[in-house]
């Protein structure tokens, strides 16, 4: 039973370059999310999503596509990566709702250069 | 404007301490407020409290919610080494918004 998983773990890029990051849940959960993690800002939404081809911009969005055509999968695409986008990225995904428990996947380091 | 506050930001105590997170919240509609434990990986959740669930305990930990007062603390008896994380809260609302996660406690404990 993998659950939620994130795939490459860690990953170096160059300014400029467009980057994917991918996501895939086992659980057939309708909530996916994603999420970047910086010192001093905690965890920032990035965009969710609450079924297959229905996704929402979340609190820093700019700079970033996601697309979900599968239930199982929410890939986070750079378009042309900036050093700024440096970050963990979490992604997540919950059963109930937006209100309710969020399961991440391991996380992926990226890191632009 | 959702808000969650964390506080404090980060703590040192010793093994075998108790100690308190605090989370304070301003959320529209406020449905429920969850905490998590984030060791050097994903966070992992810890607790969920709502109207209907205002006290969890699991172990070591408990929790409980103040609806009145906006708030919820997390309190963690006979600290060990492995309580040592950063401890996240974050509330969520019955509209259609996502949750909103405070900033996170560190918490260290020293042996």
């Known amino acids: 039973d993998a659950g939620i998983t994130q795939s490459p773990r860690y990953k170096i890029t160059e300014t400029g370059r467009q980057v994917t990051l991918m996501c895939h849940q086992t659980w057939s959960h309708s909530y996916m999310f994603w999420y970047r993690q910086d010192l001093g800002h905690g965890l920032r939404l990035i965009y969710y999503?609450?079924?297959?081809?229905?996704?929402d911009k979340g609190e820093v969005p700019d700079g970033y596509v996601v697309s979900r055509s599968k239930t199982e999968n929410f890939p986070l695409t750079l378009e042309s990566a900036t050093r700024s986008q440096t970050s963990v990225y979490f992604c997540?995904?919950?059963?109930?709702?937006?209100?309710?428990?969020?399961?991440f996947g391991p996380g992926t380091r990226l890191t632009v250069t | 404007e959702d808000k969650v506050v964390q506080s404090p930001l980060s703590l040192v105590v010793h093994e075998g301490d108790t100690v308190t997170l605090n989370c304070s919240y301003e959320v529209t509609n406020f449905r429920s407020l969850l905490w998590y434990k984030q060791e050097k990986k994903a966070p992992t959740f810890l607790f969920m409290l709502t109207s209907s669930g205002i006290e969890k305990k699991s172990g070591r930990l408990s929790s409980i919610l103040d609806k009145k007062e906006l708030f919820s603390i997390l309190n963690i008896t006979a600290t060990q080494t492995g309580d040592s994380a950063i401890y996240l809260c974050a509330g969520g609302s019955r509209g259609n918004t996502p949750l909103v996660f405070g900033k996170g406690t560190r918490l260290s404990v020293i042996a």
């Open positions: 997540a995904s919950s059963e109930l709702g937006l209100a309710y428990e969020q399961y």
């Open positions: 999503s609450a079924a297959a081809d229905i996704t």
